[in-house]
């Protein structure tokens, strides 16, 4: 019971921290010159962004899929599809509990393991392999994000390495103190040693052999790659999900340098004019500043997204934080729209293979 409370309380947590940034970065909207704003804009570039949202999903299926085949061969695309899809509808209520659910959702479909116990109906697949399979994807999303960042910043920091440094990370490193880093390492010292004890003590307690079995099986899934085979399309299907992503804030951009000025507030209309000549480099810059949100744990990103995005066009380009807020809603509502979509498509699509 007390760890369910736990879980609620964190979870009204994350939607109250979620309402308050959005709330800062609406709250000085206009909403009639807004919407109409929206109204205005190119809305064929919407729809090329959310197709190339579906090729992302599609793409980062096939990605986990390279991770769990040395586990579990009959592992299908279209299983690792709708796991995806799934979990980042399950995203949008609550924030990193999709990673779970699609780690079950493997194991649920992975054939059972021929060498396990007859008493024990344990799957190739099973749930701590998958989980370390996820983990491991996860981490290199976060190495491709740092390695592009970094690239980035080196051939652009004349223009955007202000932003980066005084909004991005001036302001993560004033929210660390040697009190918390050193929470944080007595925390890491505590999880190491326990492991180490459940280890030593595996065959004597019966809960630190799970304990031991769990962390090994973690450690399977998460030096699956190891075994991987075709290594090299592993990484080109990693470059070409971000490579999505990248279309998919240019396809934004050109549907906000497409709007009709002629129906929308002078003051608006004037900073779509400045902003004709914004091209892929200013879509890059966008998509990794987005990007950066994803370490915020507020479910589908609500709030922090649009904060962070609209603040690094009102401040680079010295345009209205509203005209930001326009790029931001059409960014984050469409691809939400998407995962809701694509999320309940493979729900049915499992409710139907499933019958």
């Known amino acids: 019971m007390d760890g369910k409370v736990g879980k609620v309380l964190r979870y009204i947590a994350f939607l109250l921290l979620a309402a308050v940034l959005l709330y800062f970065a609406f709250r000085e909207v206009k ?3 807004f ?27 096939l990605r986990w899929r390279q ?3 040395p586990i579990d061969r009959t592992t299908s695309r279209l299983t690792c599809f709708n796991a995806v899809n799934i979990s980042y509808i399950v995203n949008l209520a609550l924030p990193r509990v999709g990673e779970f659910v699609r780690c079950g959702f493997i194991t649920a479909h992975s054939q059972k393991d021929p060498d396990a116990p007859a008493d024990q109906n344990r799957r190739l697949a099973s749930y701590d392999k998958v989980l370390g399979t996820a983990a491991l994807e ?7 994000m740092g390695l592009f960042l970094g690239l980035f910043l080196i051939f652009t920091w004349s223009r955007f390495g202000g932003f980066f440094s005084e909004r991005i990370f001036g302001s993560a490193a004033e929210g660390f103190s040697m009190g918390k880093i050193a ?10 040693a ?8 595996a065959d004597k307690v019966r809960i630190f052999g799970k304990v031991r079995d769990f962390c090994l099986g973690l450690w399977q899934g998460f030096a699956s790659c190891v075994k991987m085979k075709d290594a090299w399309w592993f990484f080109l299907l990693t470059i070409m999900i971000w490579g999505c992503y990248w279309m998919m804030s240019a396809s934004i951009l050109w549907a906000v340098q497409g709007m009709a000025t002629d129906s929308i507030d002078p003051g608006l209309a004037a900073s779509v004019a400045g ?3 914004l091209g892929m480099t200013d879509a890059l810059f966008l998509m990794l500043a987005g990007s950066l949100t994803s370490i915020v744990p507020v479910p589908g990103g609500f709030g922090a997204f ?43 699509s499992e409710s139907i293979r499933n019958k």
């Open 275 to 277: 902003l004709k000549e």
């Open 138 to 144: 996860r981490s290199v999303d976060v190495l491709a």
């Open 31 to 33: 909403w009639a010159e």
């Open 306 to 348: 649009h904060f962070i995005v609209a603040g690094a066009i009102s401040s680079v380009y010295g345009v209205p934080f509203e005209f930001g807020m326009i790029f931001a809603t059409l960014s984050h509502e469409s691809q939400t729209v998407n995962q809701m979509i694509c999320g309940g498509l493979s729900y049915l």
């Open 194 to 201: 326990f492991i180490l004890l459940a280890v030593r003590l």
């Open 35 to 61: 919407w109409s704003a929206l109204k205005a804009c190119r809305w064929s570039c919407v729809a090329l962004s959310m197709l190339f949202g579906v090729l992302a999903f599609f793409l980062r299926g």
């Open 183 to 192: 929470v944080l390492g007595v925390l890491g010292v505590c999880a190491v």
């Open 67 to 69: 991770l769990l085949l």
